[in-house]
């Protein structure tokens, strides 16, 4: 679809400004994020958690079935995935949940280094202060 000269008169370029297509961008993302939560309540119901056991398992249900859908409908589940992660879940609940198996998850969306910054931290030896008693 071609942007007609009249509109590219009175606005301008659409991508030419750079902080509009930033706050487009979230807008969808906000947007996108609703509609999953919507998709995931017709999927397998609002909550009915009455214990925090429940809670608990209805909160993972919902994760797991958000990367699904996601996935399935071509979106990178990437946030949720390390919602999951940090909730507990294991890579092969994940790699079931999106079909691609343990180790296909794990190479998709495991956490790669920062480039400039290693992998694990590192552990620097302190000065410490000669009049200071040890812990141990």
């Known amino acids: 679809m071609a942007i007609s000269a009249a509109?590219?008169?009175?606005?301008?370029?659409p991508w030419a400004d750079h902080e509009r297509l930033v706050d487009a961008a979230?807008?969808?993302?906000?947007k996108v994020d609703v509609l999953l939560d919507r998709v995931v309540d017709n999927a397998i119901g609002?909550?009915?958690?009455?214990?925090?056991?429940?809670?608990?398992?209805e909160n993972v249900e919902r994760l797991l079935t958000r990367i699904a859908i996601g996935h399935r409908a071509g979106?990178?589940?990437?946030?949720?995935?390390?919602?999951?992660?940090?909730?507990?879940?294991g890579w092969e609940q994940i790699g079931e949940a999106t079909g691609l198996?343990?180790?296909?998850?794990?190479?998709?969306?495991?956490p790669k280094p920062t480039p400039g910054r290693p992998a694990q931290r590192s552990r620097r030896c302190r000065k410490v202060d000669e009049n200071q008693m040890t812990m141990w």
């Open 75 to 89: 979106f990178d589940p990437a946030v949720d995935v390390r919602r999951a992660l940090r909730a507990g879940l």
């Open 101 to 110: 198996g343990t180790v296909e998850a794990r190479r998709r969306w495991s």
């Open 46 to 57: 609002r909550c009915r958690a009455h214990s925090p056991e429940q809670l608990r398992q």
């Open 26 to 30: 979230d807008l969808f993302a906000e």
């Open 7 to 13: 509109y590219t008169a009175v606005m301008g370029e």
